[in-house]
């Protein structure tokens, strides 16, 4: 039992070494076959399917082999297969399997599998037999239901059998005891009006299947997914964004489609934002510009709403107080009252009922801070908004107009009202008008609203700095779509307007953005060689290669990164006014650029320091390779063997795109470490560095091979500046030690 168990605890190499010791100790014992067994199943669990295949192919043709063992070499087999996905193959193994096992439950497990692989390669009719052969071996009743719901979606669509499938499944509907899966009815029912092509009816039941569902998580994944890829297949993507939204609230991370359904996310989440912006500050602008007679009359009227929602509200919690209050006089008269206990948290039937309450009305919630708040991020947003509003000169009744939804104040707080407030909102307009016709041709790759988007922008601003840009890419988009008139009517209006600009150097000269990326891509590496000779003290080489840079490509976005390291060095040979002076004029020359955060973080050190002695070996380079001595420290971080570590990569933010690493790294884990269930995530460390965690590897042994095999394949870092990375293992310890 204790070897088993190590395939249960994961340790599937450890395993593997005590079946080889008992196959190779006990060949003729009963247990080798066990034995033999076992081993087949660590070597699938650590992705070695030809070994396994061989062993099972041994124990076929061993004529000593136990027969009565016989099954559960052929669902050994099944499992491997289902895990390559050669689903034909496994559905001939499972036959064996069912066939030879003498055991009820295994014959109805197996019988469930060979169901769901029928749907997987779509030969539903045999689905079909397979779910319906089910009932027939007395299941228990959970299983009979979900066989029965599979059998209902496992139609061909277009057979004429949908009526009867909505038939069963509206039967299931009215019995009670199927109370608490309705969700799941009501998800079935939607599958079979989505496969029939009737989206209307489709989505009223995936609603209502979210309407039933409250603990059941996945199942509620499952349909605000399927709500959200309806409207993404209409176009209606601004109506599709809050489900898929919410959907990644509740999807397990190893869901198949886990990827596609998290890009999907993050791209409506970037275009409604951009969407509802022009929507926000175009009604805002709206209100603003009433009389201001007309403006109160309107904000009136909204606080009116307020009052009697509010007063209908209160009514209707007074009737569920009262209908509460005769439930649990209703529950006192009953065998509840036997408790002899006088708090009502000390009473067990009560405080179930309370919990199932809350349930229904809140689903599943963690004990935690704002419990309510499916986004976290809104109430720490709001609690920064709180904290800024606290501020002394403020007075208590102000305060409480600005909050007080039935004031105002509160409505007039966001109004652009002056000229200062309008140009702030017609900036926010300019940039999201713009946003939102870009985001519909790379994010959602929707030409026509990406066209209608930007013809929208350039005929509400003709003078705009995006201007040029998007009638570049009208022309593409016009092109892409074949309608050359158009097309042409863009392209001569960028050469004609905006003939300096990069777009009309691109329209007039089709090679002219390789040209410009192979200058980028050399800009990029000078600036790699420049940043290695600073580290190490090789001033002149920096100086020299900074200066040609930034005489030659002065239109490159490197520039300040160049003038920088300029600055930096100049300063190292000369002395410390030089490297004040050089940072001030580096935060004069990029006040908002990141190169002005660094030099303003230097110089405050230098002022904080300027007593000390050895400021200048903290900051300039010295001539002479001496170093003080430096009291020896405690050693911070503690090694522990056998505990769970994380890999990471430490990437400098300004010149490694942490996503496109992340997109390696997936890649990589897919092809080499498939059987293993590690997880990706970044971090953002300060405003320079940001991290890539690769967790949990079991110990430091599985780490230190990670970190090594890490180091003999240059496809992690494919696409990207290696030199501005850095990676290591570390335990989770430690780990916790270096955040803090």
């Known amino acids: 039992f204790s070897i088993r168990n190590k395939t249960g605890n994961r340790d599937y190499f450890e395993a593997q070494k005590n079946f080889m010791f008992i196959v190779t100790e006990y060949k003729d014992k009963p247990i080798c076959n066990h034995a033999y067994l076992w081993l087949a199943r660590t070597k699938i669990e650590t992705g070695l399917y030809d070994d396994a295949k061989e062993i099972l192919d041994k124990q076929i043709e061993n004529p000593n082999f136990t027969e009565s063992l016989l099954w559960e070499v052929h669902a050994i087999y099944a499992d491997m297969y289902i895990q390559q996905k050669k689903y034909d193959d496994a559905i001939l193994h499972l036959i064996e399997a069912k066939?030879?096992?003498?055991?009820?439950?295994?014959?109805?497990?197996?019988?469930?599998?060979?169901?769901?692989?029928?749907?997987?390669?779509?030969?539903?009719?045999?689905?079909?037999?397979?779910?319906?052969?089910?009932?027939?071996?007395?299941?228990?009743?959970?299983?009979?239901?979900?066989?029965?719901?599979?059998?209902?979606?496992?139609?061909?669509?277009?057979?004429?059998?949908?009526?009867?499938?909505?038939?069963?499944?509206?039967?299931?509907?009215?019995?009670?005891?199927?109370?608490?899966?309705?969700?799941?009815?009501?998800?079935?029912?939607?599958?079979?009006?989505?496969?029939?092509?009737?989206?209307?009816k489709a989505l009223e039941n995936y609603k209502l299947s979210l309407q039933y569902s409250t603990a059941n998580k996945h199942q509620k994944a499952m349909s605000y997914l399927a709500i959200g890829t309806i409207y993404y297949t209409q176009r209606k993507f601004i109506s599709a964004q809050p489900f898929y939204d919410s959907s990644m609230t509740l999807l397990p991370k190893n869901y198949r489609n886990y990827e596609e359904v998290y890009t999907k996310s993050s791209n409506l989440n970037t275009l409604a934002k951009n969407y509802y912006t022009v929507q926000?500050?175009?009604?805002?602008q709206k209100i603003a510009n009433l009389p201001e007679a007309k403006r109160n009359e309107y904000i009136d009227n909204i606080i009116s709403t307020i009052l009697i929602e509010e007063e209908n509200k209160r009514k209707q919690d007074e009737l569920n107080q009262l209908n509460s209050s005769l439930f649990s006089a209703e529950l006192n008269t009953s065998d509840i009252g036997a408790t002899n206990t006088k708090w009502y948290f000390y009473n067990e039937n009560i405080v179930?009922?309370?919990?199932?309450?809350?349930?229904?009305?809140?689903?599943?919630?963690?004990?935690?801070?704002?419990?309510?708040?499916?986004?976290?991020?809104?109430?720490?947003?709001?609690?920064?908004?709180?904290?800024?509003?606290?501020?002394?000169?403020?007075?208590?009744?102000?305060?409480t107009n600005i909050t007080n939804t039935k004031s105002r104040n509160f409505y007039l707080k966001d109004l652009p009202l002056n000229d200062s407030l309008r140009n702030v909102s017609n900036k926010k307009i300019e940039e999201s008008s713009f946003n939102l016709g870009m985001n519909y041709m790379n994010l959602i790759q929707d030409n026509k609203l990406a066209i209608s988007s930007l013809e929208n922008f350039i005929s509400r601003y003709k003078n705009s700095t995006y201007t040029p840009i998007a009638l570049y890419y009208l022309h593409i988009l016009y092109t892409n779509e074949k309608n050359f008139a158009q097309a042409e009517k863009y392209k001569q209006e960028v050469i004609t307007n905006y003939a300096q600009s990069n777009y009309a150097k691109a329209l007039n000269n089709p090679q002219f953005y390789k040209d410009l990326k192979i200058r980028e891509k050399q800009i990029e590496k000078d600036y790699a060689e420049c940043y290695r000779a600073y580290i190490k003290n090789e001033f002149d080489f920096v100086k020299q290669t900074c200066r040609v840079n930034i005489l030659e490509n002065s239109d490159s976005y490197l520039i300040p990164q160049f003038e920088f390291l300029f600055a930096m060095a100049d300063g190292k040979q000369k002395n410390m006014n030089s490297l004040q002076s050089n940072l001030q004029e580096v935060i004069k020359k990029y006040p908002t650029h990141q190169v002005a955060t660094f030099a303003k973080n230097i110089l405050e050190f230098i002022e904080k320091n300027q007593s000390t002695s050895n400021i200048e070996s903290s900051i300039i380079a010295e001539n002479t390779q001496q170093k003080a001595e430096v009291p020896a420290e405690k050693e911070l971080y503690e090694f522990t063997n056998n505990v769970p570590h994380t890999y990471i990569i430490a990437v400098k933010s300004e010149?490694?795109?942490?996503?496109?690493?992340?997109?390696?790294?997936?890649?990589?884990?897919?092809?080499?470490?498939?059987?293993?269930?590690?997880?990706?995530?970044?971090?953002?460390?300060?405003?320079?560095?940001?991290?890539?965690?690769?967790?949990?590897l079991s110990d430091n042994t599985q780490a230190l091979n990670y970190y090594e095999l890490i180091n003999y394949n240059p496809d992690v870092y494919e696409g990207l500046e290696k030199v501005f990375t850095s990676h290591f293992i570390i335990s989770d310890e430690n780990f916790k030690k270096l955040l803090d």
Not at 150 to 171: C, M, P, R, W, Y
């Open 99 to 200: 066939q030879k096992t003498k055991n009820k439950k295994n014959k109805i497990r197996y019988t469930y599998i060979l169901a769901q692989l029928h749907q997987e390669i779509n030969d539903n009719a045999k689905a079909v037999a397979y779910y319906k052969e089910i009932e027939k071996l007395n299941p228990t009743y959970d299983m009979a239901f979900n066989a029965k719901i599979n059998q209902a979606t496992a139609f061909d669509s277009g057979s004429g059998k949908s009526k009867e499938v909505i038939a069963v499944l509206t039967k299931l509907l009215r019995d009670e005891k199927n109370k608490e899966f309705k969700d799941q009815i009501y998800f079935a029912l939607a599958n079979v009006y989505y496969a029939e092509n009737d989206e209307e």
């Open 280 to 284: 926000r500050e175009d009604s805002l």
């Open 352 to 399: 179930k009922s309370g919990i199932a309450e809350f349930k229904n009305k809140w689903g599943e919630r963690a004990l935690e801070d704002n419990w309510r708040r499916a986004s976290k991020g809104t109430a720490a947003i709001t609690d920064y908004l709180d904290a800024e509003s606290n501020d002394s000169t403020v007075s208590k009744n102000e305060k």
């Open 655 to 696: 010149f490694v795109d942490i996503n496109r690493l992340k997109f390696n790294m997936i890649n990589y884990n897919l092809d080499y470490f498939t059987n293993f269930n590690f997880t990706i995530t970044t971090k953002i460390l300060n405003a320079q560095y940001s991290l890539l965690l690769v967790s949990t």
